[in-house]
């Protein structure tokens, strides 16, 4: 079958004083269908049939007839998605770097008849409005931004296509920056930019890890003399309260001898029994003289030990004889405090 033949070729033209090389798409007439009556259009194909110089119609793909030497097949032009390389350029952006950016672009012809009378070269109309977009729009970033916003950046380029190409029947899918070059001392500048950016921010890092630490540290300080002041405070409060047990079982022991020791005494040789303990102190006093304090207050009598207990025993009798009364409240008083502790 006869098919519309295309090629890559560079095509070189001149802006100003820039000689730039673009590849093109370009289309042979020569290479045209011929009008054999009978024709089969290919899927995904368009071919635009033209009657005495005119527009006829848009062949669909599959079987279609044609008048002989009245029609004939004028374009061809594919449906499907077109990848056309943006060449290299250099561009400038905001803060006047110069840099040279490429790209890949994404398009497919959505109305062959505007694709084919609307505009000579489609393709290479796309291509360099491409070209003139990504210059406009990378002016209008800085540097860091060109390297951080390729996404909008890609998105607006296909923005600004799609406005003028719709006059073309042709809708651009998308745009993707291949490749971007920088000066080299711009890219000896940037790495030197980060290492001093990594430098700050593991300085930062230390300072507040090191803040953190003195946090920490005070914080299990504090927690710690509150712990200590709580746990001193317990001490406090457990031995008062054992000393203050202590008191009471002492006073109750000695409540309990004394109870004892005056039901003793009112027994048979309860006298005898008082005359031997207040000997036996006798001595046990004698013992310990002069080893507390250089100052001894002895009495006149001192080896009379018999006399000494003869008169503690006199006292004792003429206590007990002045207040007779004086059992019968401590038993009274014993009473009591065996009925609130049976209570």
């Known amino acids: ?135 406009s729009e990378l002016g209008k970033l ?9 996404e909008s950046l890609n998105s607006n380029i296909v923005h600004s296509i799609n406005q003028a190409s719709d006059e073309w029947g042709i809708r651009c899918l998308r745009y993707e920056i291949k490749d971007i070059h920088v000066p080299p001392r711009v890219k000896e500048s940037m790495q030197m930019q980060v290492e001093a950016e990594r430098k700050k921010r593991a300085t930062v890092l230390d300072s507040e890890g090191m803040r953190e630490a003195a946090i920490n540290v005070a914080e299990g300080q504090k927690r710690a003399q509150i712990l200590a002041s709580e746990g001193e405070k ?23 001898a004394i109870c004892m020791l005056s039901d003793a005494l009112t027994q048979q040789n309860g006298d005898a029994a008082a005359s031997l303990s207040v000997a036996e102190q006798y001595v046990s006093a004698f013992s310990k003289l002069a080893k507390e304090s250089n100052t001894i207050l002895l009495p006149s009598n001192t080896g009379d030990i018999s006399g000494m207990i003869t008169q503690a025993m006199t006292i004792y009798s003429t206590m007990a004889k002045k207040g007779p009364k004086v059992p019968e409240a401590a038993q009274l008083k014993s009473e009591d405090h065996a009925n609130q502790s049976s209570q």
């Open 234 to 256: 317990a001490e406090q409060i457990n031995k008062a309260a054992g000393e203050a047990q202590a008191v009471l079982a002492r006073a109750e022991a000695k409540a309990k």
């Open 142 to 150: 800085t540097l860091d931004k060109v390297f951080r916003e390729r």
């Open 1 to 135: 079958q006869n098919r519309m033949m295309i090629s890559r070729s560079p095509v070189h033209f001149r802006y100003g004083q820039v000689t730039v090389a673009a590849r093109i798409w370009q289309r042979w007439a020569s290479s045209l269908p011929m009008n054999t009556v009978v024709l089969f259009v290919p899927q995904q194909e368009a071919w635009v049939v033209e009657r005495m110089g005119r527009f006829h119609r848009i062949l669909e793909p599959g079987l279609n007839f044609l008048i002989p030497i009245l029609d004939r097949v004028r374009y061809v032009q594919s449906l499907k998605e077109i990848v056309i390389d943006v060449p290299e350029q250099s561009a400038v952006s905001l803060d006047n770097v110069t840099l040279q950016i490429d790209g890949v672009l994404y398009l497919r012809i959505l109305d062959p008849f505007k694709a084919s009378y609307g505009v000579e070269e489609p393709e290479y109309a796309v291509t360099q409005l491409a070209q003139t977009t990504m210059r």
